[in-house]
């Protein structure tokens, strides 16, 4: 009897994969922080003789490499990535066996990337799940435009032909694996949910319901940005990533931690967005633990730029330390726990910065104090409507926009709270006068403001 275990990266949207009988098994899609996986095989007390990447990844950086180099496991890696090191080229069709009765079949499925291979589990020849990857995602498919523009268009029809493929090949009870979709930004505009089977996508998956021309036309024209890190987790996949060191960074004192903000370095409060309002390290950015963390501090730092984090506990720190190195954050330069009571240098004190919901700023426009509101949310949200008069600067790109930001006090905005305190932090540290709105964007219409399309906002 089969089993696989889902070892869920949530900052990020992914899933790995561990898959297996009673004492082997394979992993698919590997996190960077591989312990997560050993511990998972030894719970279960089964041997790791396969680790298969689907694509060179974009997102984020594998943990693959030094996985099987501590399991002694056989690599498989798709024959048309280019990388460098020792692995096992697969093409279109080669069989891996996991034990006997339990085999890894690859399924060439370009589209993603050119190179990318799905992976059919077959139980005594019979499939019984199929391992995606970036291919046929839960009600979409992943991204064909991260490698190279030129190639977007072809790409996006070879996902279609990928996808159709493999709804031909596996009956519909074999279940869908994806790698991404689960909020990842590899995963086209539509593809989400928890679990799915083939015949589930084969009655609601855009990519199996549409010919080819009308959903590469709708696909291309709801990509959005990506992040801006992604430009160099590709290379670090096919270099080979470095062992991860999750070791504690160093301790910094409050000196410290004044000498790196004036030398231009990141200083990163990790605390919830309401305890940094309430008071904070001027001139730190706050990006919430418990938010996308990875995401956006890798898609916003300049890369390369040493970062030092801030938080309540040692937990916490290592916590951050963990999802940073996913994305190829590799080392903080220094950390501080505890309170910005702890962090400010000399007699400064900590900062505090006003939060406020929608209703709030409703009354400031009916009072007619008129404050500069700065929308963050991405181009695809905002098309969908936005608030009378505000400005358009997405959260990733607040920190290279700040004179774009009309002078006055400013209210941040974006759809539930996360990024407009990120963007509000940005400001804040920049000097503005600034409230941070904490809200649902649909308490908008609620509390009365004018809603209207992006092109009437001005």
Known sequence: MFFVEVLETQGLGNRSYLAGGDRSAVVVDPPRDVDRVLAAAARRGVRIVAVAETHVHNDYVTGGLELARLTGARYLVPAGAE????????????????????????????????HHTSYVLEEAGRAVAAFTGGSLLIGGVGRPDLVEPRLTERLARAQHASAHRLAAELDDEVTVLPTHGFGSFCSSARAGGAQSTMGDEKTSNPVLLQDVDTFVKELLAGL????????????????????????PPRRADAGELARRLAAGEWVVDLRGRVAFADGHLAGAFNFELDGQLATYLAWMIPWGRPVTLLAESAGQVARAQRELARVGIDRPAAAAVGSPEEWVAGDARPVALRRAVFADLAEARRRGQGPVVVDVRRDSERADGCIEGSVHIPVHQIHRRLDEVPPGPVWVHCAGGMRAAIAASVLDAAGREVVAVDDGYAAAAEAGLALVSPAHAH
């Open 83 to 114: 990388v460098a090191y020792a692995r096992v080229a697969v093409a279109d069709g080669d069989v891996e066996p996991v034990e006997e009765e339990l085999a890894l079949r690859a399924v060439a499925t370009p589209g993603h990337t050119p």
């Open 224 to 247: 959005d940005d990506v992040p801006a890190y992604y430009a160099h987790m590709g290379p670090a996949n096919s270099a080979g990533p470095a062992p991860v060191d999750l070791t």
